[in-house]
């Protein structure tokens, strides 16, 4: 069955860096556009950013941009979010997510499968 995995959040300092990755499996990945999402305890789920399925047209959440980048390996079905310089408001945990098609999107409503999720903490 479709499955997407999410690994490499963890506790870092504010300035450090951390790679999440999303393993997928279960369904064509070269066809689908992968984003990066992330919820705050007592906020909603905003998008950070997302990679089309070609690799082509990354954008970014004006919070994260020029600190993430989004990247993606079709032959090892593996979307990475490389994030650096992070702030205690990047806390959070953080989901993959895809979606059929080219088109790309930080809307959560425009994907249909999701991540169990990795839990970003940012603190000295």
């Known amino acids: 069955q479709l499955q997407l995995v999410e690994s490499g959040g963890g506790l870092v300092q504010p300035g450090g860096s951390l790679r999440l990755s999303c393993v997928a499996s279960g369904f064509p990945f070269d066809y689908y556009t992968i984003g990066w999402f992330r919820q705050a305890p007592g906020k909603e789920r905003e998008g950070v950013s997302c990679?089309?399925?070609?690799?082509?047209?990354?954008i970014y959440a004006d919070s994260v941009k020029v600190r993430f980048t989004i990247s993606r390996n079709n032959a090892k079905t593996t979307t990475y979010l490389e994030m650096n310089s992070l702030k205690p408001e990047d806390t959070a945990v953080y989901y993959c997510?895809?979606?059929?098609?080219?088109?790309?999107?930080?809307?959560?409503?425009?994907?249909?499968?999701w991540g169990q999720g990795t839990q970003v903490t940012v603190s000295s």
């Open positions: 997510a895809a979606t059929r098609g080219g088109s790309s999107s930080l809307d959560p409503f425009d994907y249909a499968y």
């Open positions: 990679i089309s399925d070609d690799g082509g047209s990354p």
